[in-house]
């Protein structure tokens, strides 16, 4: 059975495991995920250990293909996020799917 | 930033909640986001991006050391990819 997790379901878990107030629980998940957000706008990074790394590339322009149509169009220069899992994670995901599948 | 400072700026923005509780906090919602991935479930966390679980496939690698081939198993690896709001944000200055 599959099932997406939300922002609901982490608030709940804030409210039992923890017993978090139900406005607080959201506050503070919002606050996580702004305090992310922010970092990443000002170019850091955030390492989480035992979890991962968000870290943004300035990626300088270059030229592209639309796929569909062949055309070349200008890429222009951009900041893009990338989540580098740490180790414990990917064994994590690795270990319990291979079980499972 | 590293977690015990996102633990310190969070906490500054709760100070009815003690340090060690906002740390509690942090963790509980990584711990969340791994097992919903260890079971195969997405993460949907909407302006901010999507984790989910890709597998990828096996494939002939090699020591880069000896340049021999070697097999390397299919896995399955973590995913993130980053929501259209982060990605605006993130370009908001540049564009």
Do not use: W
Not at chain 2, 20 to 31: I, M, Q, R
Request: overall charge positive; charged content about 30%.
């Amino acid at each position: 059975m599959s099932r997406t997790l939300t922002r609901a379901d982490i608030v709940d878990s804030l409210i039992k495991e923890i017993n978090l107030p139900r406005s607080l629980a959201t506050e503070v998940l919002e606050e996580l995920l702004t305090e992310l957000i922010d970092a990443a706008v000002q170019g850091n990074g955030v390492k989480v250990s035992s979890f991962g790394s968000f870290i943004v590339r300035e990626k300088s322009q270059r030229i592209g293909r639309n796929p569909k149509t062949g055309e070349e169009a200008v890429i222009s220069p951009r900041r893009v996020i990338t989540f580098r899992p740490s180790q414990c994670l990917k064994e994590a995901v690795h270990f319990s799917r291979k079980k499972a599948a | 930033m590293t977690k015990s400072e996102l633990v310190q700026k969070m906490a500054r923005q709760f100070p009815q909640m003690t340090l060690k509780e906002v740390e509690n906090a942090v963790d509980l919602v990584f711990d969340e986001i791994t097992t919903s991935l260890a079971t195969g479930n997405r993460v949907e966390l909407r302006g901010f991006g999507a984790f989910s679980v890709r597998y990828r496939d096996q494939r002939v690698g090699r020591n880069p050391r000896t340049g021999e081939s070697v097999q390397v198993e299919g896995k399955y690896v973590p995913f993130f990819k980053a929501g259209k709001g982060l990605r605006e944000r993130l370009n908001k200055d540049v564009a």
